[in-house]
């Protein structure tokens, strides 16, 4: 009978990869968050303080009870496609993640989201919950850097299509603006290229030469299923879509009007701009953002940052009920891979590092 390797001896296929750490928090990691609660409590406050605060007060005051109660149902609901999305990725690396398993981790990521750095903290936090519950660790870190990408990627191109639609709402403001995020976005990744090419992978320790082995198997079995890629980057598009939507129907209790078009553009780069680390779950970037992309466009700041609170404080209940149905989904969870194993991920050719060896 098949028993999983230890994480604590170095043996086949598992050697060498241990959970993610971060997850505890420490005395430094105590520090930054409250510097990251600083940050996020100064860029309000100055918004606050710059923003008309009659309109601002007004346009918060303007979203019915009966939106929120509905706004937060939906947005916990459209995160189902996330958690779909995120085990069907990482299972084309080969994880072997469980459903439940994978909806119960992603809604304690969501949670995670609001306490730890950016989103970042939420992929950790994820990933250290569903580690005893995958066949394959490697396969689990790969497929949830995919799945991240990928979400960036549907972010970029739908900010690249309302920016191409919206060329014609603010004039000549519009094509200078996705101009210079474009050229932007280009010199990062040319720079981030050239770092990977230019590092040096042989000076690095065995134990770390051997972690990037078991990924790049992992990465074997996903370039392998890369035509089933486009379903989660589809996946993707359609669960940013849909909170893009039901952000722009709470902006219209604020008394925002402005194009779905000129929404497509702005909403996308908001998003990016606030996995930026330097805030609590980008609190304070996203509303600074939203604002500075709507104005070529004649949209109030203020109603832009109302649209935006409004929103934040949907993603921090939602993120909350996310949590407490993580814990409920817990007292049911599938038995661990270590105890039981796990059966071959349809579609995906087990190799001889992952699979089940006779005992």
């Not at 605060?53 to 995160?79: S, T, Y």
């Not at 990482?90 to 981790?105: F, P």
């Not at 908001?270 to 004649?298: C, S, W």
Request: charged residues 15%; glycine residues 12%; positive net charge.
């Amino acid at each position: 009978m098949w028993e999983a390797p230890s994480w604590r001896h170095a043996g086949e296929g598992n050697a060498g990869m241990r959970p993610p750490r971060g997850v505890r928090a420490t005395g430094r990691a105590w520090v930054a968050a409250a510097l990251r609660l600083a940050a996020s409590a100064v860029l309000l406050s100055g918004l606050w303080m710059v923003l008309p605060r009659q309109r601002l007060v007004a346009a918060l005051a303007g979203v019915p009870w009966a939106a929120w109660a509905a706004a937060v149902p939906a947005f916990l609901l459209l995160h189902l496609l996330g958690a779909w999305k995120w085990r069907w990725t990482a299972n084309l690396a080969g994880s072997g993640l469980q459903l439940r398993d994978a909806v119960r981790c992603y809604y304690a990521g969501l949670f995670g989201n609001t306490l730890l750095p950016s989103i970042v903290g939420g992929d950790v936090l994820r990933a250290a919950l569903a580690w005893r519950r995958v066949r394959s660790p490697a396969g689990l870190v790969l497929g949830s850097l995919a799945d991240r990408m990928l979400d960036v990627l549907a972010l970029a191109v739908l900010a690249a299509g309302g920016g191409v639609l919206a060329a014609s709402e603010a004039g000549t403001a519009t094509p200078l603006v996705f101009g210079s995020l474009l050229a932007g976005g280009l010199a990062a990744a040319l720079v981030l290229g050239a770092g990977l090419w230019l590092f040096r992978f042989r000076k690095l320790s065995w134990r770390w030469r051997r972690k990037l082995a078991l990924a790049r198997r992992a990465g074997r079995l996903l370039y392998q299923q890369r035509a089933r890629l486009l379903v989660s980057l589809a996946a993707c598009t359609m669960l940013q879509m849909g909170l893009m939507g039901l952000n722009l129907w709470l902006a219209s209790f604020c008394g925002l009007r402005a194009a779905w078009r000129v929404w497509l553009f702005a909403w996308p780069l908001g998003k990016l701009a606030a996995m930026v680390p330097v805030t609590q779950g980008g609190i304070g970037i996203r509303e600074a953002a939203l604002a500075g992309l709507l104005r070529p466009f004649g949209v109030p700041a203020a109603l832009a940052v109302a649209a935006s609170l409004v929103f934040e404080g949907v993603i921090i209940l939602g993120s909350l009920a996310g949590g407490l149905l993580a814990v409920w989904l817990g007292r049911w969870g599938s038995p661990c891979v270590a105890q039981h194993g796990v059966a071959a991920v349809p579609g995906v050719r087990a190799t001889a590092w992952e699979a089940p060896h006779a005992g």
